[in-house]
């Protein structure tokens, strides 16, 4: 897959140089990307931990062609993983058609239209990770086993804003896609089409509140034990319902958010990337049909463009019961070196009700750099 980025990337920039010679038909192209170093402490009872981790490296090229379409492609690399092999990865690979502000068409690879949070790239989060009910519920490490997509599918996508204020800015803003509904690098097994979209209202500049909706299904083509205790081969499509209550405000300095997410509809035991000779169709029935959570934060000046405080709670109950949640209170502190250079780091005290010895603590702290 990196060698599918690098060949991609190479060959926008050689036509994009050909065509500025020709007469402008492509921009430039724009280089950029960043990478997080990270240092991570678990004193979990009986496992504990501490490991220095390359955490993410992000290369993306990206430009405009004929001034009414935006492209970009975006290749990851991870560190420290158990999936070495097959960590370089494409992540981003889309056209977007942008004459219109009401109506803007996106086909390729890209973000899912589902959450505020999703679209956020990790340094701009602000935390240690992204809110355990969006990394669960939105397409990063996803209850249904796919594999991991970093919140993102294979589809075609409008969006736009109407109805501005005397200013000009919108104030509604609608967003629809059909997708595989298998995630990154992967084509679709069931024929099916995974319906998302999110339609969001913004009152005042810096705010807004918003809601989703998710309708689809997640494949595998593998073998599972059917009810008579036979091995089956074949297609197993699993349906999902999930829906999602967004609210944030935003500026500068601030940062607060909150959004609860529900999840309707089974997973897989195994993920995508584990090995063919396990039953990889068996359903997670131990786990149950349904999961939710929720998360609440607030990122604040105390200098401003410079060192921000920063809290997060964030639950995610695995089946929609207070005996499967897992709880993060987490505080912290990120310093602005450089626009394009950040240090962040928290604390968090845990309590994971699905372990014996609920409580534990985790340190987290990260170097971010971008260029």
């Known amino acids: ?96 058609w942008q004459k219109y502000s009401f109506l803007k068409i996106k086909a390729g690879q890209f973000k899912r239209p589902f959450t505020f949070e999703n679209p956020m790239n990790p340094i701009d989060q602000g935390f240690m990770g992204y809110a355990q009910v969006v990394n669960s519920l939105s397409g990063f490490s996803d209850r249904t086993g796919e594999h991991s997509s970093n919140g993102r599918d294979i589809g075609i996508q409008i969006q736009g804003d109407f109805i501005n204020d005397a200013s000009g800015r919108p104030l509604v803003h609608y967003q629809a896609g059909v997708f595989n509904g298998q995630g990154i690098n992967v084509k679709d097994v069931d024929n099916r089409k995974d319906i998302i979209g999110g339609l969001w209202v913004m009152p005042v500049k810096g705010l807004r509140i918003g809601a989703f909706g998710w309708v689809g299904s997640h494949a595998r083509n593998g073998s599972w034990t059917d009810v008579d205790g036979r091995t089956v081969s074949g297609v197993r499509s699993l349906n999902q319902y999930r829906y999602a209550l967004s609210a944030e405000y935003k500026d500068a300095d601030w940062q607060i958010r909150s959004e609860y997410i529900h999840s309707t509809g089974y997973g897989f035991k195994t993920t995508y990337q584990q090995s063919a000779n396990l039953k990889d169709a068996e359903v997670n029935t131990a786990a149950g049909n349904k999961a939710d959570g929720l998360y609440a934060l607030c990122i604040a000046p105390i200098i401003r463009g410079k060192l921000r405080a920063k809290a997060r709670y964030d639950l ?56």
């Open 316 to 371: 995610y109950r695995r089946t929609a019961e207070w005996s499967g949640a897992r709880t993060q209170y987490e505080a912290g502190l990120n310093y602005l070196i450089h626009k394009n250079l950040e240090i962040q780091a928290e604390y968090a005290f845990i309590n994971d009700r699905a372990l014996d010895k609920h409580n534990y603590s985790m340190v987290d702290v990260e170097f971010c750099v971008r260029f």
């Open 1 to 96: 897959m990196n060698r599918l980025f690098i060949t991609a990337a190479l060959l926008l920039a050689a036509v994009a140089a050909g065509a500025q010679k020709a007469g402008s038909i492509v921009s430039k192209p724009k280089f950029s990307g960043y990478f997080l170093g990270q240092y991570q402490a678990s004193l979990k009872d009986g496992d504990n931990s501490n490991s220095f981790n390359l955490r993410m490296a992000r290369v993306s090229v990206g430009g405009r062609i004929m001034d009414d379409f935006e492209y970009k492609i975006q290749g990851q690399i991870n560190g420290n993983t158990s999936t070495l092999g097959s960590s370089p990865r494409l992540v981003d690979l889309f056209v977007e």
